[in-house]
């Protein structure tokens, strides 16, 4: 069983960046794509970027494309979310999540984080 635990969250201003963290134990990551979601107040979660389980293959949403970078660390069951040009938009719980595919669909991802709280203030 996968136990995933988000850090890195924070305030900041409006064309700032922030580094998020997402921990995983109880059973390597290493043959899992890994994904970001966010979900702000009042809307429903949303897929953010995803990485393949080899880590040769990245994707993100349109919303943050050019601006959030995912990576992942094997040695340390960790993956990453570099987020620069934050915007007050990007405000947000992320989530981190492990998934089948690397679909951006929420149903696809088994095992997700308690989240980590991003504020963008402009």
């Known amino acids: 069983q996968v136990q995933l635990v988000e850090s890195g969250g924070g305030l900041v201003q409006a064309g700032g960046s922030l580094s998020l963290s997402c921990a995983a134990s109880g059973r390597t990551i290493s043959s899992y794509p890994m994904g970001w979601f966010r979900q702000a107040p009042g809307k429903e979660r949303e897929f953010v970027a995803a990485?393949?389980?080899?880590?040769?293959?990245?994707s993100v949403a349109d919303s943050v494309k050019g601006r959030f970078t995912i990576s992942r660390d094997y040695a340390k069951n960790t993956v990453y979310l570099q987020m620069n040009s934050l915007k007050s938009e990007d405000t947000a719980v992320y989530y981190c999540?492990?998934?089948?595919?690397?679909?951006?669909?929420?149903?696809?991802?088994?095992?997700w984080g308690q989240g980590t709280q991003v504020t963008v203030s402009s």
């Open positions: 999540a492990a998934g089948r595919t690397m679909s951006p669909s929420i149903d696809n991802y088994f095992a």
């Open positions: 990485i393949s389980w080899s880590g040769g293959s990245t």
